[in-house]
Every structure is written in structure tokens, then in C-alpha cells.
């Protein structure tokens, strides 16, 4: 599912980037190659971080 469409990142490559090590919406954005642009998505991915649901065991 797409959670940013300003840069069409889906909720597997936001899981991806958790489980590499991002931490923050901000490394979430750096590890897809991309930005916040709306910001709309921050949010959800903040929660992602917090529930982490990257798998990473941080």
C-alpha cells in the first residue's frame, strides 16, 4: 500500500528502510532516495518507527 504519494514509497519500502536501520522519518526518506515533500505521510511513518514495524529489534 502507498503511504507517500509525493514519492511513491509503499509501506514494504518504508519496512525496509526500518529494518536497515532508519529511526527517524527523516533517515526513512534519506534510505529511499528521496524527501518529505506534503509531509503528509510523516505521521504514519513516525508511527511505523515507533511500532517498529521494520523488524530491525532496535
Do not use: E, F, W
Request: glycine content about 18%; proline content about 2%.
Amino acid at each position: 500500500m502507498y503511504i507517500c504519494i509525493c514519492n511513491a514509497l509503499t509501506d514494504k519500502q518504508i519496512a525496509a528502510a526500518l529494518a536497515s536501520g532508519a529511526d527517524r522519518p527523516h533517515d526513512v526518506y534519506a534510505a529511499c532516495g528521496c524527501r518529505a515533500q506534503c509531509g503528509g505521510c510523516t505521521g504514519t511513518i513516525l508511527s511505523m518507527v515507533r511500532a517498529g514495524c521494520g523488524g530491525g529489534g532496535k
